[in-house]
């Protein structure tokens, strides 16, 4: 059973930094991609970043330049550097693992709360 853990959100001023790290534990497979999701009160949960096994990634149009998403394969870890951040990145933010290869599924973790002051 894949467990997803993340960590590191908070509540920032505008303009400040996070990082957030999500950790898979219970299997020795790697995710074929693995990428954080966001949703905001009202809205849509929206994608924000994805890497995939070989290192190729993808942001949000909203996020370029600022967010930068890497992994750890050794640890079956992703980050999400978060800089410049803006009241408008509020939301929860939930970490996605693919392992459709392997298990035939997607696993998520809780989502961890960002909050941005002006």
């Known amino acids: 059973q894949v467990q997803v853990a993340e960590s590191g959100g908070g509540l920032v001023q505008a303009g400040g930094s996070l990082r957030l790290s999500c950790a898979a534990s219970?299997?020795?497979?790697?995710?074929?991609?693995m990428g954080w999701y966001r949703q905001a009160p009202g809205k849509q949960r929206e994608l924000v970043a994805t890497?995939?096994?070989?290192?190729?990634?993808n942001y949000a149009d909203s996020v370029k330049g600022r967010f930068t998403i890497s992994k750890d394969n050794a640890k079956t870890t992703v980050y999400l550097q978060m800089n410049s951040l803006n009241p408008e990145d509020t939301a929860i933010y939930s970490c996605?693992?693919?392992?459709?290869?392997?298990?035939?599924?997607?696993?998520w973790g809780q989502g961890t709360q960002v909050t941005v002051s002006s």
């Open positions: 890497i995939t096994s070989g290192g190729s990634t």
């Open positions: 996605n693992l693919n392992y459709s290869r392997t298990y035939g599924r997607d696993y």
């Open positions: 219970g299997t020795f497979f790697s995710p074929n991609a």
